[in-house]
Structures are given as C-alpha cells and as structure tokens.
C-alpha cells in the first residue's frame, strides 16, 4: 500500500528524528537522494548546466546542498535566489566551496534580472526549490516568472519535495505553479502529489527514504498489485454461483440499452457467480449475454441478489425513478451512478442500514453538492470528503485520479491513478459501475470494492488502448486481462 502523510505529520516526524540525529544530516540525505534523481535526469554530469530555483526554506537548501554535489561532479551549476536574503546559509556556503555561482534572481521588486533568465534559458537541468511543503496559494510574480522560464526552456525540471506553488495536504492548485517533469519527495508521499490538479504537476514522482516515520493513520492511501490480489474474490471447491455473489443490474432504458448491457459486462468480469438484470433492456443484455438472467423487475422481485448497481442508462422517466426508489428500499449493498445520482436524497441515503456506494464523475458531484463544476475539479479530495460525510456513504469520485472516501471519520481515502486518457469514452462509466457493484455483491466492503474496481478498471484500460483509442467494451472484454497480471 502506497501511503500519504499530511504536512503536519511529516513535520512532527522530522521533528522526531533531527533531535536524534547530528544537525544537518536529515538534509545531507535529502540531499543526497535529490542528487542522485538529478544524475538520473542528466544522464552525463560532467560539463551539464543545471541551474537551481533556491527560495528561504528548507527545500532550498536541499537544492543548494544537492547543487554542491553535482558541481563537484563537473556540473556547471548556478543557484539563482529568489529571496537572497533569507537563503539556506549552510547550503549557499556549500555551493560556494564547490565552485558553483549565484546569481540574485530580481533586479528589484517584481522585476527578475537578466542574468538569471538567460541561465534557466540555458540549462540542460533546473531544481525547483522555491517553496517547500508549507507553501500556500501561487507562486508570487518574481518565482512565478522564473518557473515560466523553466518551463519555456529545454531543461528538464526537478522539484524538490513538491513543486511550488501546488498545496502539499489538499492537491489544490491556487495561481501559477511550477510544473514538473519529475518530483522527488522526502520520507513520506504528500496528498497533493497523489490528487489532480497538483498531480499533473508533479510528473515521474519519485520517494527518496530518509528515515521518517509519520505517526498515525495516512491521509491518502494508494493500493498496489499485493493489495489488489489479496482483496480480489476467487472461488474455492466447494464455491457455487450463490456462494460467489449474484450481482443485480437495474439500468438501460429505451434511450440508452447499452447502458444495461456495458454494466452487465462489467459485473460478468467481476468474479462473482451470477449477474441479474432488470430493465428495459433484456433483450439487448440476452443478445450479448446470455448467461446473464433477466427479470422484468421491479427490482425487488426479481430474485435473490447480494447487491444493487442502479442508475446508468436510466434516462429522465418515472420508470428510472421507480428502480431507484424500489433499488434504495432493499437491505443488500447499493451502488447509485449516472441518471440515479439525479434522483438521490441525502436523507433517504442516510436512513439506509445497508451500505451505499455512489460513483460520480465531477459534474455529477457538483450537482449533488450544488456548486460549480470547477469546484469540485480544483478541490477534488475536499469535495469526495464532504460528499461522503453529506450522504453518509462510500464516495468513488471518477477523474484522472480516482478517489474513494468512506463516510467515517479517519480512515484515509483511497487514490487510483492506474488509468489512462482514452478512458474518457462513452459507457466506460457503466463498466466501472457493473465491475464494482459486483465486487459488493462478492463480499467486499464498499471502500474495497471501490478501489478495487478502479484499480481494475484502469489497469484494463491500458490493456485494451496500448496507446490508441479505445471504446467501453474493449475495456470490459480486457478486464480479465488485468486480473491475471495483478494475480502475477
């Protein structure tokens, strides 16, 4: 499990450690590590230009002690100050010593000097140590410009710990930031490195140990392949379809059948025994599917289920509505995505006594909290939690990078990065519903089933696409695929 620690936590860690340690060391090994990622980048050290965005922090002097370290390699290296009067005093003298220059990056207030543009312009390499994890809102217009440069010039970017201007616990990205090609981070993953918008900055991430150890349960929490293959449900001898869970598919509607069908596609690829459908759309599901069962409904006459995926496909009629509401009322876990998240009632949510599971993407959940859509895309992990909180349910909030939030307090939300852009296609929503709905239906508690499913579903994804478009279909026909190379 790849975990992330708040700022405080990691602060009081390394807190912890420093008083244990001779002074300077943590920073000696953070340097040492930035370092090495610099000579990975680099690939040839000797005569390379590397420049380093030095601010007043710590991670400032990282840079400045990593700089010393390539200098005396046989890098040209240059330490432009963005505030040259509160520089790292041990890092600066380190640098010196090994022959690197500094040059003040402003002429005067707002204005950056010359001599500092034109070594950015110039440099095969620039660290980004202006602002450390503490740093809140954009960068201010002197740092702001000289990260432009960064970005307008051929070198690559490394940041140090985190890129500036990106917000360390919440992955916010509040005015102009610095955008990575790769990160290197110190003793623990930070949230804002794990969640959009801050995660498209960050670019190859890498975890350089130091010796910390963070007190406490992680804020954000990732599963990894182990994670995913110990929670995947397999049958065992004496297993029937019952005994593996049938999953209950209400979706479809004269509109949009293939909203039934992809959903049926997905839960057929789950794992569990059996997949019962119940809508408009039977006979497209029999066409593709005929070991699915197929009920006229309602819903709670259609036979023994372990769980519910509701809403995809429904349209705006009262027949969805009363699937939904009928779907709602049963006592088996529910999953609610698309039309069925229109319909919803925190209350009605909240009085349920068996668990729910809904699934929106951005647009969906910023209608569930009524505010803008941008909103919720700028404060991604903020706006999963209060959803969960609101409805007093599990929360899949798709994107990028999904995450998963239970509705209690304390326990870390889930983050899944395992997709890929051509994922953004009609219906592969509906997928995702049917493979996580049955992963409940299996007996997976309803975080698991969540992240298990996206983990799943993306890593599908890169399976079917290889690089090129892909349609939802070829997703879920690719979902054994995943299986089998999580499994190893």
């Given at each position: 499990?790849?975990?992330?620690?708040?700022?405080?936590?990691?602060?009081a860690?390394?807190?912890?450690?420093?008083?244990?340690?001779?002074?300077?060391?943590?920073?000696?090994r953070?340097?040492?590590?930035l370092?090495?990622?610099?000579?990975?980048?680099?690939?040839r050290v000797?005569?390379?230009?590397?420049?380093?965005?030095?601010?007043?922090?710590?991670?400032?002097?990282?840079?400045?002690?990593a700089?010393?370290?390539?200098?005396?390699?046989?890098?040209?290296?240059t330490?432009?100050?963005?505030?040259?009067?509160?520089?790292?005093?041990?890092?600066?003298?380190?640098?010196?010593?090994?022959?690197?220059a500094?040059?003040?990056?402003?002429?005067?207030?707002?204005?950056?000097?010359?001599a500092?543009?034109?070594?950015?312009?110039?440099?095969?390499?620039v660290?980004?140590?202006?602002v450390?994890i503490?740093?809140?809102?954009?960068?201010?217009?002197l740092?702001a410009?000289?990260?432009?440069?960064?970005q307008?010039?051929?070198?690559s970017?490394?940041?140090?710990?985190?890129?500036?201007?990106v917000e360390?616990?919440?992955?916010?990205?509040?005015?102009?930031?610095?955008?990575?090609?790769?990160?290197v981070?110190?003793?623990?993953?930070?949230?804002g490195?794990?969640?959009d918008?801050?995660r498209g900055?960050?670019?190859?991430?890498h975890?350089?140990?130091?010796g910390i150890?963070?007190?406490g349960?992680?804020?954000l929490?990732?599963?990894?392949?182990?994670?995913?293959?110990?929670?995947?449900p397999?049958?065992?001898?004496?297993?029937?379809?019952?005994r593996?869970?049938?999953?209950?598919i209400?979706?479809?509607?004269?509109?949009?059948?293939?909203?039934?069908?992809?959903?049926?596609?997905?839960?057929?690829r789950?794992?569990v025994?059996?997949?019962r459908?119940?809508g408009?759309?039977?006979?497209?599901?029999?066409?593709?599917?005929?070991?699915?069962?197929?009920?006229?409904?309602?819903?709670?006459?259609?036979?023994?289920?372990?769980?519910?995926?509701?809403?995809?496909?429904?349209?705006?009629g009262?027949?969805?509505?009363?699937?939904?509401?009928?779907v709602?009322?049963?006592?088996v876990?529910?999953l609610?995505?698309?039309?069925?998240?229109r319909r919803?009632?925190?209350?009605?949510?909240r009085?349920?006594?068996?668990?729910?599971?809904l699934?929106?993407?951005?647009?969906?959940?910023?209608?569930?909290?009524?505010?803008?859509?941008?909103?919720?895309?700028s404060?991604?992990?903020?706006s999963?939690?209060r959803?969960?909180?609101?409805?007093?349910?599990?929360?899949?909030?798709?994107?990028s990078?999904?995450?998963?939030?239970?509705?209690?307090d304390g326990?870390p939300?889930?983050?899944?990065?395992t997709?890929?852009?051509w994922?953004?296609t009609?219906?592969?929503?509906d997928?995702?519903s049917?493979?996580?709905?049955?992963?409940?239906a299996a007996?997976?508690?309803?975080?698991?089933?969540?992240s298990?499913?996206?983990?799943?579903?993306?890593?599908?994804?890169r399976?079917?696409?290889?690089?090129?478009?892909?349609?939802?279909?070829?997703?879920a026909?690719?979902i054994?695929?995943?299986w089998r190379?999580?499994?190893g």
């Amino acid at each position: 499990m790849r975990t992330a620690y708040g700022v405080d936590g990691v602060r009081a860690a390394e807190r912890d450690l420093m008083a244990r340690l001779p002074e300077g060391a943590l920073m000696q090994r953070a340097a040492a590590g930035l370092a090495a990622a610099s000579v990975e980048l680099l690939g040839r050290v000797y005569g390379s230009r590397v420049v380093l965005l030095v601010g007043s922090g710590d991670n400032g002097g990282d840079a400045l002690y990593a700089g010393a370290r390539l200098a005396r390699r046989g890098a040209g290296v240059t330490a432009v100050l963005v505030a040259p009067g509160r520089t790292h005093p041990g890092g600066l003298a380190a640098l010196s010593r090994a022959g690197g220059a500094v040059v003040n990056g402003a002429v005067e207030e707002g204005a950056v000097a010359d001599a500092a543009l034109r070594a950015v312009a110039r440099a095969h390499l620039v660290l980004d140590g202006i602002v450390g994890i503490g740093g809140k809102g954009g960068l201010r217009p002197l740092a702001a410009r000289l990260a432009r440069a960064a970005q307008e010039s051929k070198a690559s970017v490394l940041a140090v710990d985190l890129p500036s201007g990106v917000e360390a616990d919440s992955g916010e990205v509040h005015g102009d930031a610095v955008r990575a090609d790769a990160t290197v981070t110190f003793g623990a993953y930070k949230p804002g490195l794990l969640v959009d918008p801050a995660r498209g900055h960050t670019g190859a991430l890498h975890l350089v140990p130091i010796g910390i150890e963070p007190a406490g349960p992680p804020e954000l929490e990732a599963l990894q392949f182990a994670d995913v293959a110990r929670l995947l449900p397999r049958p065992e001898a004496e297993s029937d379809k019952y005994r593996r869970g049938v999953a209950g598919i209400a979706a479809g509607s004269a509109q949009y059948p293939g909203a039934g069908v992809l959903a049926v596609a997905g839960a057929l690829r789950s794992g569990v025994g059996a997949v019962r459908y119940v809508g408009t759309a039977g006979a497209e599901v029999i066409a593709r599917f005929p070991e699915a069962l197929v009920h006229e409904g309602p819903p709670s006459n259609a036979g023994r289920v372990q769980a519910w995926v509701v809403g995809p496909g429904l349209g705006s009629g009262q027949d969805g509505g009363r699937l939904v509401d009928d779907v709602l009322g049963t006592d088996v876990p529910v999953l609610v995505d698309a039309e069925g998240l229109r319909r919803l009632d925190p209350a009605a949510v909240r009085a349920r006594t068996a668990p729910t599971l809904l699934t929106p993407h951005a647009g969906e959940a910023a209608a569930l909290l009524g505010v803008a859509r941008a909103e919720v895309e700028s404060a991604r992990l903020a706006s999963v939690r209060r959803l969960a909180a609101e409805f007093g349910a599990t929360v899949l909030l798709k994107g990028s990078t999904t995450l998963v939030a239970a509705p209690a307090d304390g326990i870390p939300v889930r983050v899944n990065a395992t997709g890929t852009p051509w994922l953004a296609t009609a219906g592969s929503g509906d997928v995702l519903s049917g493979l996580a709905g049955a992963l409940l239906a299996a007996g997976l508690e309803p975080l698991d089933a969540a992240s298990v499913a996206a983990y799943l579903h993306g890593l599908a994804a890169r399976h079917a696409s290889t690089g090129a478009p892909v349609a939802a279909q070829d997703v879920a026909a690719a979902i054994p695929a995943a299986w089998r190379e999580v499994h190893g």
